[in-house]
């Protein structure tokens, strides 16, 4: 019965090694992964830039009068540093991505399947020829079929387990920290906008010299005040869901990818430190 199943699980395998469907089901959820790096890694360099648009423009804002270039520095200068490393560790991610994705090529190479096939032959050879079935033959070939299986199926049982792992846990979180990012980069846009009608205005004021102007100035800048006061609040969250995003990254690109060869490590390490034997004959 023994001889019978494993017989079955290398023929299985055997048969799972040539189905191209597994690889390009798995080049597509890693294309979905890599997109998903890509998208967060241009959120953070847009976000930079108009951070670095709104606080460029700040200087002129200094005459209106009432402070308003040093409370955007003070908001929005740690918060660019935050940007600023969210979109380097979105670079490592994709890198990392497109790194796994290129392994998962190789996995589904033809040499590989090649390699399994005649590992599968040698193996069912020694298992099923009685004059052979208790040498270290059968133990090597089983050993290089384990080793070529690792190599064949071990990037995409870790893609699929990434992605099932990523839909279970990290896609809500993902989908909520993007959305905020996006909507503090529209409330930076519209705060540039207001800005630069202050700015407008206040370039009248010098040209007129009417008290009319400087009052108009004035209220637009506490409009602004207020304004800026419930950016920062949006600020903070969207400080918060960067680094959510860093973690899901993280773990995502990093640590899951570091399980996984510590995993195969093991596996291989165990192949070659026990001997199998098969000592007993194997009955039908």
């Known amino acids: 019965m023994m001889k019978i199943s494993l017989s079955l699980f290398l023929l299985f395998a055997l048969l799972l090694s040539f189905a191209f469907d597994i690889d390009a089901s798995a080049l597509k959820i890693q294309d979905e992964a890599f997109e998903r790096a890509m998208v967060a890694f241009g959120l953070a360099k847009g976000l930079n830039a108009v951070i670095s648009l709104v606080q460029g423009t700040q200087l002129a804002f200094t005459p209106v009068g009432i402070g308003m270039t040093f409370s955007v520095g003070e908001i929005l200068d740690p918060f660019n540093d935050m940007v600023e490393r969210f979109s380097w560790v979105m670079l490592f991610a994709s890198v990392s991505l497109g790194i796994q994705k290129l392994l998962l090529i190789l996995s589904a190479k033809l040499f590989l399947q090649v390699l399994l096939f005649i590992s599968v032959v040698l193996s069912l050879f020694f298992l099923w020829f009685k004059e052979l079935r208790n040498t270290l033959f059968l133990s090597y070939s089983l050993k290089a079929f ?53 700015l407008k205005n206040t370039d009248e004021e010098s040209f007129f010299k009417s008290i009319n102007a400087k009052y ?69």
């Open 146 to 198: 384990a080793l070529l299986f690792l190599l064949r199926f071990g990037a995409i049982i870790f893609v699929y387990s990434s992605e099932y792992f990523y839909n279970a846990i990290l896609q809500d979180e993902y989908v909520q920290s993007s959305s905020v990012i996006v909507e503090t980069k529209n409330k930076l846009e519209d705060f540039q906008s207001q800005n630069n009608s202050v």
């Open 216 to 284: 108009n100035n004035l209220a637009q800048s506490l409009d602004i005040s207020k304004k800026l006061e419930l950016l920062s609040k949006n600020i903070d969250e969207a400080f918060v869901k960067i680094i959510n995003l860093i973690t899901i990254f993280v773990v995502e690109s990093v640590l899951m990818p570091l399980l996984f060869l510590w995993f195969f490590v093991v596996c291989v390490k165990f192949l070659f430190r026990y001997e199998l034997r098969f000592d007993k004959k194997i009955k039908i």
